[in-house]
């Protein structure tokens, strides 16, 4: 069953790593975009706490 | 007021970053929880439920993660070009900042298009790749937005990188239109439309639901990270004015 599943009917060549390029692709720029982000608040903060003292 | 006018002063006061920030924040979780629904339901049916196509067989499948990466290819280029024709006509920073966030966005999924479409090219049409309208336009539009994120990082005045990016931004729209009508200008290799086609859909509703879905959950995505990527930007310039304000 889970065989039949994973063959893709004799596609899995072209199935599987349509489905990983993505998967990474779309994690790569999430993961950037998420931690460009964190990395900016932590920087104006740091920032904004060096200009009041 | 006209409604027009209406509409375009409550796009100037959501230009203003302050409220930018504070609307973004409130309208990203919901986005987030709408692309993460779409996607996992999406793709439960893509690869659980749907049947594999009587001539496609199970390559079908390739199309749930290919047509919705092409369209958000085009959608964050349609976003980049009317962002960039904003900030040239209004000069208004906000709209530079978008236009510039989407790209990198724009450039992932385009490329996600084309690589996925290869994937169903090799068993359906005995090839990777092939000189024909539609593929040559989209490998046009990657780069189009790697030369416009190239443009945005070889020019150091904000400005000036802003206003050239912007007129590259517009003049490649023009690519946008060619992919559209591609399929129906030239005879290509390429399928013609089957989904955004005057008389309906060619597609089954079995292929066609979950392919909706995955294209709202990968629109939501896009909205998601973009959101992300403006906030970013607005923060690292409030950064650079602090320091240039303490430099002085």
Redesign the interface.
Known sequence: MLLHFLAMGGYAAFVWPAYAASFVGIGAIAWTTVRDYARAKRRLKQIDAEVRR | MSSRGAALTNLFELANPKRFLDVSAILLPWIGAIAAVAIAAGLVLALFVVP?DYQQ???V??MF??VP?AWIGMVAYGAMALASLLGLVNRHPLADVAAKSAA??GA?FT??AL??GS??G??MWGTYWVWDARLTSFLLLLFLYLGYMALWSAIEDEVRAARAAAILALVGAVDVVIIKYSVDWWSTLHQGESIFRAGGPLISPIFLWPLFLMAIGYTA?FAF?WL??I??EI??R??RA??GR?AR
């Open positions: 594999p067989g199970d390559t499948r390739i993660v290919h990466a990198p966005l992932v490329a996600l690589v996925t994937l169903w090799r068993p995505l990270l992300i990527r906030r970013t923060l690292e409030r950064v602090v320091l303490e």
